[in-house]
């Protein structure tokens, strides 16, 4: 059983910089790829990052590449999401999830564990 609980979020202005942290319980952090969501109200959840087991791989949404970066500390079970130049169209609740697949990880049904969300807001 893994817990995940996300914070950083906030308002912030366009073209600022926010940083996420989600923070996991339990020993079994460390099997876990770990991805981050985003839905805007009435909108569907859409994938924004992914990293794998050992921090060596990366991915990104096509929307967020070049200004976001994904990261994470297993020492301290935890992943980050270091958002730059910050745009309207971020705004969303994020959430991180955990996944013991390997592969496919742009897809909401491949994660086992899902944190609450933490509010993002760009003001223009």
């Known amino acids: 059983q893994v817990q995940l609980v996300e914070s950083g979020g906030g308002l912030v202005q366009a073209g600022g910089s926010l940083r996420l942290s989600c923070a996991a319980s339990g020993r079994t952090f460390t099997r876990y790829a770990m991805g981050w969501f985003r839905q805007a109200p009435g909108k569907e959840r859409e994938f924004v990052a992914v990293i794998n087991v050992s921090g060596g791989t990366t991915y990104y949404a096509d929307s967020v590449k070049g200004r976001f970066t994904i990261s994470r500390d297993n020492a301290k079970n935890t992943v980050y999401l270091q958002m730059n130049s910050l745009k309207p169209e971020d705004t969303a609740v994020y959430y991180c999830?955990?996944?013991?697949?390997?592969?496919?990880?742009?897809?909401?049904?491949?994660?086992?564990?899902w944190g609450q969300g933490t509010q993002v807001t760009v003001s223009s």
């Open positions: 999830a955990g996944s013991s697949r390997l592969y496919g990880l742009t897809q909401r049904s491949l994660y086992d564990y």
